[in-house]
């Protein structure tokens, strides 16, 4: 059976082709800047290849996206009938989603309720969704959340210490993201200890970054808040900051709180404080070249993920496995390095060398055999798990 995993940006619209007998990649690629002139497609399949087209709109790019997956050249299907489901990302699912739904017309209109708790996001994942009804209209398609991992957290891990009437009426509270990786992680943690039952701390630490305290398989907090600005510091946000600071900003640059929000989600983090990128890969460049600030953003980095490992490790009664995960958790030593060093009250030994010898894209045990607490990188697979909660709502439909 194939399903087609799609993630549809405000200008883009990435997709996977998966053999789910062997959850095997057939496909990928992505079309990007749709709707902004100088549109491409760029897929890997049978043969890699990067079509330059005309995209106005999500519509026309699914279009192009299936004949090139049917092509004779560069295909892998001889018809789109093939593919037998659709499983959309979608970055937030408000209170009603707690897991994956198909798509029907009612859960597509709660979607539409959902759009202002992710007003950056959530217009392009509806856009994406209607697209590929339309054009692939015989198909089921399934929607999988990035909240819905964190649907589990209690309500002293989820609630802010705000008047709990606004809770209620306004429905403003700690949501979470990331919730595809962490999951993933979770399941892939639990296959190498063998059973369920441990405390984890999934760290995902990408452009985007937050950690996760999963305890028996269930995420009992995560960093992330009512929006992806909460928590650790990343590639462009400032996470966890005192909220009068949005006023002093309002006050200091005559700016209105829409772009005081916008320069801490787009101007701060390592980016903001290096003044040089928010790459890790020039970072790390810059520190060893003697960039104090650049040094400074790694350290800062590091040491919020390090804050809340000990936060979450008080929540849980103890932590058994700490994961690092995504762009930077998975490539960047020097980040593993600084949040694992001065972590000898929590027993944590690791293999120094093998961290920065670490192969890319495989599990490994960074823990050394006498450690207390067992550290692993985990390659995330995001894609991989939307396809499973595909196949898991419409085997038999
Ligand atoms: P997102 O999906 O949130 O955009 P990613 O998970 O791709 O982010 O992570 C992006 C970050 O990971 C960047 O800071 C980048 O420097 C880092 N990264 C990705 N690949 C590598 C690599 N091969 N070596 C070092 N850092 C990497």
New binding site residues.
Partial sequence: MKILVINAGSSSLKYRLFEMETESVLAKGVADRIGIGNSFLKHTGKKETVIEKDLPTHEEAIKVVLDVLTDPEYGVIKSADEIAAVGHRVVAGGEYFTESALVTDETREKIRDIIELAPLHMPACLMGIDACRKVMNNVPHVLVFDTSFHSTMPDVAKLYGIDYDDYKEFKIRRYGAHGISHQYVSEEAAKIVGKKDFNLIVCH?????SLSAVKNGKCIDTTMGFTPLEGLIM?TRSGDIDPSVVQYLTHKKGWDVSQAISYLNKNCGVKGISGVS???????AAAKAGNMRAELAIDMFAYRVKKYIGAYAAAMDGVDMIAFT???G???PEVRERVLDGMSYLGIKYDEKLNYDCP?GEVVRLSSPESKVLVYVIP?NEELVIARETLRLTKGK
């Fill in positions: 630490l990408g452009n985007g970054a590639g928010s790459d890790f890969r020039d970072l790390t995504a762009g930077i998975e490539n960047t890319r995330t």
